[in-house]
């Protein structure tokens, strides 16, 4: 056998060999593709199945102030969680805690003041401690055009007007007050009304000339009132404090509420309604 031949085979064998180990290879490769996909999606699905589908309803008590703010974020809630309902109950926030308290249903209270949240917490109602959401302050609401021409707090002690102010139980009657006692005025109201929405709504019907109430309230009422800012009103500025409620029915949807309230998106809604941050 010439050398020529002998070096013809054994090019012949190494080239072989080679491409049997680039096989093996490429299907060495595969298997590891394969393997870390079916990983990946294993992964996947565990992640997914440790974030449950949010269903169900939400009750949420909130104090009447938040009624326009809450049911906008109620809405939103419900786009971004298919197959859930907020449903609200809103009232003057004592109202709220004392039905919590004897025993109605709910998921999540919203307060006006930590004094009535108080009123819950002091029950052990609350689970773990409440966290302030928003602020709020307060504004007199006159009728449009502002007929009696009132710029400040101690025109409402004149006498011929027709004020009317929240009940002293309520958060907005207790701001109100102590607006009042900080300007040394005293007030006696044709009305005491049980929650700021009822106050306010005196002078939309034109039952009354004025009314002590928050700023969001008249935001929120547009034109059917006029707003007038006193500086008594920064003395009795309210914190609105937040909870899930101890027996809450559907807690795992109530505390994605409570965090969107406290979100970005959820305070750009509160502060375009009028409400002052944390």
């Known amino acids: 056998m010439t050398r020529s031949v002998r070096r013809t085979r054994r090019t012949r064998r190494m080239l ?23 990983s990946t999606k294993s992964d996947s699905s565990a992640s997914a199945s440790s ?12 104090a009447a102030s938040l009624k326009e703010s809450f049911t906008t974020l109620g809405k939103e809630f419900e786009k971004a969680h298919p197959g859930t309902e907020v449903t609200f109950n809103f009232s003057g926030s004592d109202t709220l805690a004392a039905s919590i308290t004897g025993g109605a249903p709910a998921d999540v209270f919203a307060s006006a003041s930590p004094k009535t949240m108080a009123i819950v917490t002091d029950k052990k109602d609350a689970v773990g401690t409440p966290a ?28 011929g007007l027709k004020v009317v102010l929240c009940d002293r139980k309520v958060p907005c009657g207790a701001a109100a007050q102590k607006a009042l006692d900080a300007g040394k005025l005293k007030l006696t109201p044709v009305s005491y009304e049980e929650d700021v929405k009822s106050a306010l709504n005196k002078v939309v019907l034109k039952e009354a000339d004025a009314a002590v ?15 007038v800012e006193f500086p008594e009103s920064a003395s009795a500025v309210n914190a609105y404090p937040i909870t899930l409620l101890k027996d809450a029915p ?27 941050k944390p």
């Open 16 to 38: 072989q060999a080679t491409g049997v180990s680039a096989a093996a290879l490429l299907a060495l490769s595969a298997c590891s593709s394969s393997d870390d996909s079916s």
């Open 51 to 62: 974030s449950p589908k949010l269903s169900g309803t939400v009750t949420v008590f909130a």
């Open 132 to 159: 302030t959401f928003v602020r709020n302050q307060l504004e007199i609401a006159t009728l449009p055009g502002n007929p009696d021409k009132i710029s400040s707090l101690k025109d409402l002690t004149g006498s």
């Open 213 to 227: 109430v928050y700023k969001t309230d008249v935001k929120a009422a547009g034109s059917k009132v006029e707003g």
């Open 250 to 276: 559907n807690a795992e949807a109530a505390k994605a509420f409570i965090a969107l309230v406290q979100s970005d998106e959820g305070q750009k809604v509160l502060t375009e309604a009028g409400f002052l």
